[in-house]
């Protein structure tokens, strides 16, 4: 079982960019989907997750980033708008994840990719 983000970059302020992080390995389903990030210096830090079919987000990305997922693809998503500097970080999914095995995977985390929020 893998987590796999991608869609980092380079944006200026004020921008978007859209993460995705695809599940792989004879996936049945994801229960608990998130994202963090960690900036430098930082510890890593909660950014957004779904539980049990809810959202919920840090204070500091209320109304500028939205976590979705799309069941059938095996993929969730962070959408973040209204970059700032501040969010510059590496940001990782995480997920607890059953197989068709109907084993459960709890914990699992995906790579990590790079968002940088400059001008």
């Known amino acids: 079982v893998q987590l796999q983000a991608s869609g980092g970059g380079l944006v200026q302020p004020g921008g978007s960019l859209r993460l995705s992080c695809a599940a792989s390995?004879?996936?049945?389903?994801?229960?608990?989907t998130g994202w963090y990030r960690q900036a430098p210096g930082k510890q890593r830090e909660l950014v957004a997750i779904?539980?049990?079919?809810?959202?919920n987000y840090a204070d500091f990305v209320k109304g500028r980033f939205t976590i979705s997922r799309d069941n059938a693809k095996n993929t969730f998503y962070l959408q973040m708008n209204s970059l700032k500097p501040e969010d510059t970080a590496v940001y990782y999914c995480?997920?607890?994840?059953?197989?068709?095995?109907?084993?459960?995977?709890?914990?699992?985390w995906g790579q990590g990719t790079q968002v940088t929020v400059s001008s």
């Open positions: 390995g004879n996936i049945l389903s994801i229960n608990v």
């Open positions: 779904i539980v049990s079919g809810t959202a």
């Open positions: 995480n997920g607890d994840v059953t197989t068709t095995a109907w084993r459960r995977y709890n914990d699992v």
